[in-house]
């Protein structure tokens, strides 16, 4: 007989306070989660790398790095930029990135990071564990 994974709600934010601040990373019975407000959408991701098990919630947000192309005369490289609204989270072990709301990491779709169910009630922001 197996045993029966029973899952609560956990209010671990307010919104307005997430808001803010972008990010809060929490800690649910030992279980390490971090908390992002990007785009007016919540994300909850696991804080743990796929890469090598780092603490990637809390390495920098950072604009997601573009290759500028110029047109003038044929395609040319402009260099490297950065997007305007995208954001990823960089892992401070190694410096894998990964989209802030999708998780994915940008140059191989099949990386990302493990998310968690949340939700926001009123100004309660809620995950699942």
Not at 11 to 38: M, N, P, W
Not at 68 to 80: A, H, I, N, Y
Not at 100 to 123: F, M, S
Request: hydrophobic share 40%.
């Amino acid at each position: 007989m197996s045993a029966q994974v029973v899952r609560r709600d956990v209010v671990v934010a307010s919104l307005a306070d997430l808001a803010q601040r972008e990010r809060i990373v929490v800690d649910v019975d030992g279980t390490e989660l971090g908390l992002y407000f990007h785009a007016e959408q919540v994300r909850a991701w696991y804080n743990v790398c796929p890469h090598q098990g780092g603490p990637v919630c809390q390495g920098k947000i950072m604009p997601r790095t573009v290759q500028l192309v110029r047109g003038e005369g044929g395609l040319k490289s402009g260099g490297p930029g950065f997007h305007p609204t995208d954001r990823n989270i960089v892992c401070p072990w190694h410096g894998f990135e990964f989209d802030i709301l999708t998780g994915k990491h940008p140059a191989d779709q099949r990386v990302g990071l493990r998310p968690a169910r949340v939700r926001v009630d009123g100004d309660d922001v809620i995950v699942t564990i």
